[in-house]
Structures are given as structure tokens and as C-alpha cells.
């Protein structure tokens, strides 16, 4: 839907008047209506990066959720503050893992006897309380562009993997990137008294997957892409590494919001693409691509927008924008000092990975 003039309008002056003081950043899946305002896009692994690199602005306006915002707050300095346009824009999945679960997990693997092999490899989509935990127990973060070499390292530091709280992104990336199979994997289930799984499987284990998923991904299925391939001959199925192992396995290309983006620039005139990700990224895909001849469709019509992503609207930017520019801090994004030392080190050790 287009913009509201009025409010664009009103988003611009702010922007303007706040100049270099103000920096935004937008995640791939925002609306088309905010990424017009973003000062830079990208996935999780570039935001958090972009982030860092920006120690001269004073507010950083984060438009993604909130456990990208706390990353951002992790990796800026003290005098910077994050802003989160809307605080109710969070994450299921990073809802999935709460330190008191995380921390339960660990009690049961020490038990277990195997807590000293084990090295904790958690994905950006948590809390700053998981990556705290992380950072405090050996452990790295990784994002959906950079897990393969994030395991690497982690099976060179210990001999198990830890990896919360995407159980797909964790499979995917054991089974196709390091050779593991998948009875090399174990599901643990925060619900169940010791995760539901017995000190042996524990033991017999390389993998430890935490029960989580994303609600968006965990949607697409192997009938999705049977059926494309069926209604559209030559179709390159491109998905998001948090889609299920069996989806995965059945696509042609895999790979974070960057690297679908990069895919389909690179993709020759005349050829076909489903992609299996968040409706706003794959909309805005299939209208930027459509005059160079390339086309590109949704890969399961059911599956809709990340709901939280979406809480962050118009509306909700120029309230933000406004704010600054009136000298109100509003929605700021901080993490404790604590919390913020253990979790920059598990930041810091991902950014420094090959
Ligand atoms: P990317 O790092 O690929 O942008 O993924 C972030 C995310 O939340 C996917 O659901
Ligand atoms: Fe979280 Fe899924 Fe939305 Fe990404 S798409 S922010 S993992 S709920």
C-alpha cells in the first residue's frame, strides 16, 4: 500500500532536522514504507555490523526487533543510545529460550557429565540473556550468514554444539555444511524434565538443538515446493535457513536475506525464482526484478508477514523521529552492564570469525 504523503512528509523533516545525529537502519523484512527511510539495509550479520561502524551518531533508530536493537546497543558505545521504534516488536522464536530455561539445560548437560564438551553456539534471534550465556560459557553468535564458520570454530573448541534457539537453522547447517548426519542431532525440549532426553542420548550426541523455530519459516513445507516446480518448469527454489531440514534439502539455493538478495542480482534475464522467506522481502524482490525479465514469486501463498516485523510502521517511525528531534528519548534499548559484557564477548567472537 502507498505511503501516507502527510506522514512521509513529516518523517523527512525529522529525519532532516536530527541530520547526522540520527542513523537508521532497516532490516530486510521491514515495510516498504520505513525501508524508504533507512539510512542502510541488510540482514542481521550486516546490521550488527553497520552498527558498530557508526560511533559518530548519537541515536541509532533500529527498525527490525529487539533482539537486533539490544545486539546494536551491545556493539555501540556508551554514549549512543538505540531507539526501537515500536517496543512491542519482538521475536517468537527469541522468546523460545529464557535464561532460567537456558540455565536449567546447562544444569542437565553438567549432570549428564558432559558440560565441559559442550560449547554453546547461539543464533542472533535471542536475547541479550542467551548471548550473555553464551559469551559466559566459551560460546559464540552466529547469524544465517556466517553458521557454517561458527561451528567450525565451535567443533575445534570442544567436541558438542549447543545450538539455541533454531532448531532448523542448527540441523540445516550441521547436515549440509559439516558432513554431520542427523542422528548426530538431538532435540532439546525446555517442557520436559531434562529436555526429554536421557543422559545416554545426550552423551551419544554432537549436535544439542534447542526446541525453537520461527513461526514465519517453520510454515513453508516440501508440498510448497513440489507444487511450485509442478506450476512453474525451470523455478530456482531459493529458501531461508531456518525453513525445515526437509524443505531445505529440497531446494535448489539456501541462505540468509543478503544473500537472496545477491542471488537474484546476479540471476540471469528470463529465469524463474521462488523464494521461501518473509512476504515484505520477497514483494519488494518481485517488483524491483520484474523489468530486468527476472521473475520471482512466493514460495507458499499461506504463508504471510513476520507479524512483529511488521509492528514497525509509519506511524510509529515519524512518532520515533519526532521524538529525537524534539530532544525526547523515547523507546530506548538498553541492556544491562552485566549482561552487556558476556554478551559483547559471544558478539565479538562471531564478528571475528574467519
Ligand atoms: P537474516 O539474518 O537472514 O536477515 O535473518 C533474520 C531473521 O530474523 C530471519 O527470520
Ligand atoms: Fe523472528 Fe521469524 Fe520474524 Fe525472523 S521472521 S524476526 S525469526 S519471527
Not at 549512543?80 to 529460550?97: E, F, R, Y
Not at 540455565?103 to 550473555?132: H, R
Not at 507479524?307 to 530532544?327: F, K, Y
Amino acid at each position: 500500500s502507498p505511503s501516507d504523503p502527510d506522514l512521509v512528509e513529516r518523517a523527512r523533516v525529522a529525519k532532516e532536522k536530527l541530520g547526522d545525529k540520527v542513523f537508521v537502519l532497516g532490516h530486510h523484512y521491514q515495510r516498504d514504507e520505513v525501508i524508504q527511510f533507512a539510512d542502510v539495509t541488510g540482514d542481521s550479520f550486516k546490521l550488527a555490523r553497520d552498527a558498530a561502524a557508526r560511533p559518530e551518531a548519537e541515536y541509532i533508530v533500529f527498525c527490525g526487533v529487539h533482539f537486533m536493537a539490544e545486539s546494536a546497543d551491545i556493539l555501540t558505545t556508551d554514549a549512543q543510545k538505540v531507539v526501537l521504534p515500536d517496543l512491542a516488536a519482538g521475536c517468537s522464536m527469541a522468546d523460545m529460550a529464557t535464561a532460567e530455561q537456558v540455565a536449567e539445560c546447562w544444569d542437565v548437560l553438567t549432570e549428564a557429565g558432559i558440560a565441559e564438551q559442550v560449547v554453546p553456539v547461539s543464533y542472533m534471534n535471542s536475547s541479550a540473556d542467551i548471548k550473555a550465556f553464551t559469551g559466559k560459557h566459551g560460546g559464540t553468535i552466529c547469524t544465517s550468514s556466517n553458521a557454517k564458520r561458527a561451528l567450525e570454530w565451535a567443533f575445534q573448541q570442544g567436541e558438542k554444539v549447543l545450538f539455541l534457539p533454531d532448531q532448523h537453522l542448527g540441523r540445516n547447517t550441521a547436515v549440509r555444511d559439516m558432513g554431520l548426519s542427523l542422528d548426530d542431532c538431538v532435540v532439546y525440549n525446555p517442557h520436559r524434565p531434562n529436555g526429554g532426553l536421557t543422559a545416554e542420548e545426550l552423551r551419544a550426541a554432537k549436535m544439542i538443538l534447542w526446541r525453537g523455530h520461527c513461526s514465519v519459516h517453520g510454515r513453508f513445507s516440501l508440498d510448497s515446493v513440489n507444487d511450485v516446480r509442478e506450476r512453474i518448469p525451470g523455478v530456482n527454489v531459493l529458501v531461508h535457513p531456518e525453513c525445515k531440514h526437509e524443505v531445505v534439502a529440497a531446494a535448489d539455493y539456501v541462505g540468509s536475506t543478503e544473500y537472496i538478495i545477491k542471488a537474484l542480482e546476479a540471476a540471469p534475464a528470463g529465469s524463474k525464482w521462488a523464494i521461501g522467506t518473509e512476504l515484505n522481502l520477497v514483494r519488494r524482490l518481485a517488483n524491483r526484478f520484474a523489468p530486468e525479465g527476472k521473475e520471482v514469486v512466493f514460495l507458499d501463498k499461506t504463508v504471510c508477514f513476520c507479524s512483529t516485523m511488521n509492528r514497525i510502521d509509519l506511524p510509529h517511525l515519524v512518532w520515533a523521529l519526532e521524538s529525537l528531534a524534539e530532544g525526547n528519548l523515547v523507546n530506548r534499548i538498553e541492556v544491562d552492564k552485566e549482561t552487556e559484557g558476556y554478551a559483547k564477548l559471544a558478539l565479538e567472537r562471531m564478528l571475528a570469525l574467519p
